[in-house]
């Protein structure tokens, strides 16, 4: 008898468009995940926010220094500054209302307490701006010198422009801060790289109650001080050796 032959069918399956469903609800988190990827072209890696100097002062010396220098920062700058004004640049650009959105620049960068880390806000600001225009979103190139200033403006008009919901811009926002921070202090202390990731484990379930309250702030609760950030960032500035640029 004949043998029949078994075939497989190779075809690749029908190109998926942006009308397809799962595509369509997907993509604003595939967005995200691109947002506040550690590959992003904007410098974070080159930041450290103080930790550099704080462990050469010996402020942080081990895993546990580490988390709490950090629970600290979430506690205090991420929930009462940082978020509340992420969501009110958020709604600025979600009603083109530029004058309300150059008002919480200015209220951001004013509160950054030294020159490191407004030149910072600054420096990632344009950088990410840069990126969006080639990313080809309109707003980025209009608004080009607004935008330029800071970080957190751009962080939303990308935000607004990709339909990323502002809770989980926020997560996201928050996530990259905290990863780009452990990752410097993996590099200073030093840690391995298991004890960073523990680091970032330990934390994560802080995370909900931190961007809930963030978001729940209202305009006259809005600030915050962290004096330890403050000494650690502007006595980095006259560090005798360092890696990072703040």
Known sequence: MPTRRMTMDLTMPATLTTDTPALVADLPLLRLLHLVSPS??????????????????????????????????????????????LQRLYQAVEQEDRAALQHWIDYLNASRETGELWQE?????????DLLIALEIPLAARWKPVLARNQAAAFAVAAVHWHIPLPQAAYGYVWSWLENLVLAAVKIIPLGQTQGQKILHRMAPQLPGIVTAGLRVSDEAIGASSPALAIASSRHETQYTRLFRS
């Open 40 to 85: 992003l072209p904007i410098g974070s890696f080159t930041y450290s926010q103080g930790i550099e100097w704080a462990v050469e002062a010996g402020w942080i010396q081990s895993a546990d220094d580490l988390a709490s220098w950090l629970d600290n920062l979430l506690h205090t700058g991420m929930m009462f500054l940082d978020l509340p004004i």
């Open 121 to 129: 806000e600054k420096n990632r600001g344009r950088a990410l701006t």
